[in-house]
């Protein structure tokens, strides 16, 4: 499945470091989402974008920083971040946000270990 | 709030048998989606089937099918002729009907399925 791509696939940073996730959908679609997977936890749905728009906000904290400067890429900014956050964050896009049944199609993921 | 249970953490299968993962669900709605979605080792995590509430009929896609019982609000996954490639994280999923924060996903914890061979 190349439809929806994340770069890097692995990333280790210090609790001082700023880094970037890519995401990147080649569906053609309006949704866009980011989701954390941890250990033994359901998947957390982070945020959510429609039409570049940010529709919804689970309750993150801040040193996770969204950007969607189009329907194609999605950007989660990390600053600061502690031990805690290290898990896999995941990339889902859809067609669209509403409407019945929309399918969400899923990146690799990226593995992120904060030090 | 909706809540999904994947009461299985680990389930093993031999190659070539049948298993079943269950799910049950909790929701106050009448209209809903219900997904299985597979995450192999790879990670990417892909579709298997998914079930509309509304639809009596059981979901079926070539070896893998859903038992859907609403009143019960369960919704396993069988697998039918398990295949190594069968091998991989298994995730329950509830959607509501409508977009917004009723379309977002909420998902179990996963099943583990081995494969043996």
């Known amino acids: 499945e190349t439809g929806v791509t994340q770069t890097p696939r692995h990333l280790v940073m210090g609790m001082t470091n700023k880094k970037s996730l890519k995401c990147e959908q080649h569906?053609?679609?309006?949704?866009m989402y980011w989701y954390k997977q941890s250990a033994k936890k359901p998947l957390e749905l982070m945020f959510v974008?429609?039409?570049?728009?940010?529709?919804e906000n689970n309750s993150v904290p801040s040193r996770f920083s969204p950007e969607c400067p189009n329907s194609s890429h999605l950007f989660l900014h990390l600053h600061t971040l502690q031990p805690e956050d290290s898990a896999l964050y995941l990339c889902?896009?859809?067609?669209?946000?509403?409407?019945?049944?929309?399918?969400?199609?899923f990146g690799p993921g990226t593995r992120l270990l904060v030090l | 709030a909706q809540t999904v249970t994947q009461s299985q953490p680990e389930m093993s299968v031999q190659e070539a048998e049948t298993v079943t993962l269950s799910c049950t669900y909790d929701?106050?709605?009448?209209?809903?989606?219900l997904f299985w979605y597979k995450q192999p080792p790879s990670r990417q995590m892909i579709l298997v089937i998914r079930?509309?509430?509304?639809?009596?009929q059981n979901a079926t896609e070539n070896r893998f099918s859903v038992n859907f019982q609403k009143a019960a609000k369960s919704f396993s996954l069988k697998i039918s002729d398990s295949q190594l490639g069968d091998a991989a994280m298994y995730f329950c999923?509830?959607?509501?009907?409508?977009?917004?924060?009723?379309?977002?996903?909420?998902f179990g914890k996963g099943t583990k399925l081995s494969v043996k061979p």
């Open positions: 889902a896009s859809s067609r669209r946000l509403a409407g019945p049944g929309e399918t969400q199609y």
């Open positions: 569906l053609g679609h309006n949704a």
């Open positions: 974008y429609s039409l570049e728009e940010r529709v």
């Open positions: 929701t106050s709605e009448s209209d809903y989606y």
């Open positions: 079930q509309e509430a509304y639809k009596q």
């Open positions: 999923a509830y959607r509501g009907y409508y977009g917004g924060s009723q379309g977002n996903l909420i």
